[in-house]
């Protein structure tokens, strides 16, 4: 069975920083190869929306909003991903969600998308 568990979130005044981590883990060694890794994040009422991604190679994508200002990193041997996210806005409150596509001898040769259970972050202004 494979989990995905973040940590990080909390209170924070306007401008100041968060470190966001996800890990992935399993109960049995079935982990095989994870690609994708991101965080998403949203807000009552709203569509979960795309922060930050990462491939397996190391290449990101950033949403616009957050550009400059966040910074996603994965480390492959512990597989997990983290966001580093300075110059916060209160606009940036959300719960913030680690997503990872992962390939398990369970689901070998499919990757399947799995999600953390989810971290608040509140920015107060």
């Known amino acids: 069975q494979v989990h995905l568990v973040g940590s990080g979130g909390g209170l924070v005044q306007t401008g100041g920083s968060l470190r966001l981590s996800c890990a992935a883990s399993?109960?049995?060694?079935?982990?095989?190869?994870?690609?994708?890794m991101g965080w998403f994040r949203q807000t009552p009422g709203k569509q979960r929306e795309v922060v930050a991604t990462?491939?397996?190679?190391?290449?990101?994508n950033y949403a616009d909003s957050v550009k400059g200002r966040f910074t996603i990193s994965r480390n492959n041997a512990k597989n997990t991903v983290h966001l580093q996210m300075n110059s916060l806005k209160p606009e940036d409150t959300a719960v913030y969600y680690c997503?990872?596509?992962?390939?398990?001898?369970?689901?070998?040769?499919?990757?399947?998308?799995?999600w953390g259970q989810g971290t608040p972050v509140t920015v107060s202004s």
């Open positions: 399993d109960d049995s060694g079935s982990i095989i190869e994870i690609d994708f």
């Open positions: 990462i491939t397996g190679g190391g290449s990101t």
């Open positions: 997503n990872a596509r992962i390939q398990s001898r369970s689901t070998w040769p499919t990757f399947s998308d799995y």
